[in-house]
Nanobody, 127 residues
Framework: QVQLVESGGGLVQAGGSLRLSCAPS????????MGWFRQAPGKEREFVAA????????HYADSLKGRFTISRDNAKNTVDLQMNSLEPEDTAVYYC????????????????????WGQGTQVTVSS
């Protein structure tokens, strides 16, 4: 069964950094765009960042203001999200996702529903 497994979440003080990792299992997503979404309590899940199949194109939510960086290593079959200058507003469950079809542009990840989801990892930023 296809599964996306997130790791790296935790508790961090405001201004700190965390690096999330996503390790798919069951298949490779080397030809699929992948991304990160997050959902805070009482809010809808929102797009965070995406990277295309080659890693050469990325797309970010405007609200992140350049604080987050997404990257992938197809050889290791992993996708990472580096989060810097974290704020309490970043507190949420962060989900890894993969596009439903191959070669979907990274930009499309913010509007099209991904085909695969992980279970999420909690990120808590204290003030």
């Amino acid at each position: 069964q296809v599964q996306l497994v997130e790791s790296g979440g935790g508790l961090v003080q405001a201004g700190g950094s965390l690096r999330l990792s996503c390790a798919p299992s069951g298949r490779t997503f080397s030809t699929n765009s992948m991304g990160w979404f997050r959902q805070a309590p009482g809010k809808e899940r929102e797009f965070v960042a995406a990277v295309n199949w080659s890693g050469g194109s990325t797309h970010y939510a405007d609200s992140l203001k350049g604080r987050f960086t997404i990257s992938r290593d197809n050889a290791k079959n992993t996708v990472d999200l580096q989060m810097n200058s974290l704020e309490p507003e970043d507190t949420a469950v962060y989900y890894c996702a993969a596009a439903a079809r191959s070669f979907t542009p990274a930009q499309s990840m913010s509007t099209l529903r991904p085909g695969y989801w992980g279970q999420g990892t909690q990120v808590t930023v204290s003030s």
